[in-house]
């Protein structure tokens, strides 16, 4: 079986990518299960190959806020190792079973050394983010409450078909930028419609179609 062909790859030889990947480590994650946590020592990057992951920061006050989610062909971890303080920004958590390819930091720093590819790929991967935090702002900015929840609702339905979203309404509210009796109070109103149905830590959108409506 071929393996995914992901942005981290892109624009390297076929030796080129045989070799750097001689270099990683395959690793799988169950649903739920953590990465690492925010403050742990970072000694690894990680390239996404299949499945979601959540990026919560803890603030000052304790609260633990969802930045966005992670899927294939994404790579998180690399700030922790690009910092001389060495720790990780934020926690990882698989939102479905994941595979990622990892890359320790001593593998890193030398293809950095040896390959400008390394630099170029990390300066258009802080481009995209920083163009998916502008996007989140102007949604802030200029949607209400509630379609900023049924848009993230609608985008939790392509990561965990055909299963329930498994995400607490914290979470969904820390996405949607919005609190969680908002969330509690859109969910109420969207199960009385019939839009979906909640569970124990878990929604179920029963109509895609009146969903995306309201979004």
Same mark, same amino acid.
């Given at each position: 079986?071929?393996?995914?062909?992901?942005?981290?790859?892109?624009?390297?030889? +076929? $030796?080129?990518? #045989?070799?750097?990947?001689?270099?990683?480590t395959?690793r799988? =994650?169950?649903?739920?299960?953590?990465?690492?946590?925010q403050?742990?020592?970072g000694?690894?990057?990680?390239? *996404?190959?299949?499945?979601? =992951?959540l990026v919560?920061?803890?603030?000052?006050?304790?609260?633990?806020v969802?930045m966005r989610i992670?899927?294939?062909? +994404?790579?998180?971890?690399?700030l922790?190792?690009? +910092?001389s303080n060495g720790?990780r920004?934020?926690? *990882? #958590?698989?939102?479905?079973?994941?595979?990622?390819?990892?890359?320790e930091s001593?593998?890193?720093?030398?293809? #950095?050394?040896?390959?400008?590819?390394?630099d170029?790929?990390?300066?258009?991967?802080?481009?995209? #983010?920083v163009?998916? &935090?502008?996007?989140?702002?102007?949604?802030?900015?200029? &949607?209400?409450?509630?379609?900023r929840?049924?848009?993230q609702?609608?985008r939790?339905?392509e *990561?965990?078909?055909?299963?329930?979203?498994?995400?607490k309404?914290?979470?969904?509210?820390?996405?949607?930028?919005t609190? !969680?009796?908002?969330?509690?109070?859109?969910l109420g109103? &969207?199960?009385?419609?019939? *839009?979906?149905r909640?569970? !124990?830590?878990?929604?179920?959108? &029963? $109509?895609?179609?009146?969903?995306?409506?309201?979004?």
């Open positions: 079986m071929p393996m995914p062909q992901v942005g981290f790859f892109n624009g390297l030889s +076929d $030796d080129q990518e #045989r070799e750097l990947r001689t270099m990683m395959r799988r =994650f169950e649903r739920g299960e953590v990465v690492f946590h403050g742990d020592p000694a690894s990057l990680h390239v *996404i190959e299949s499945g979601w =992951f919560q920061v803890l603030t000052s006050t304790g609260d633990k969802g992670e899927g294939p062909g +994404d790579v998180f971890g690399e922790a190792m690009l +910092d720790r920004t934020a926690t *990882i #958590r698989a939102l479905r079973p994941a595979v990622t390819m990892s890359l001593e593998h890193f720093h030398r293809l #950095r050394n040896e390959n400008v590819w390394i170029r790929y990390l300066v258009a991967l802080l481009v995209r #983010r163009e998916r &935090l502008t996007d989140q702002l102007a949604e802030t900015a200029w &949607l209400s409450a509630e379609k929840v049924c848009r609702l609608d939790l339905v *990561i965990f078909t055909p299963d329930p979203i498994y995400l309404q914290a979470e969904i509210a820390s996405l949607a930028q609190t !969680r009796p908002t969330v509690s109070s859109v109103e &969207l199960a009385k419609a019939d *839009i979906l909640t569970g !124990r830590g878990s929604v179920e959108v &029963l $109509d895609r179609a009146k969903l995306r409506h309201r979004a």
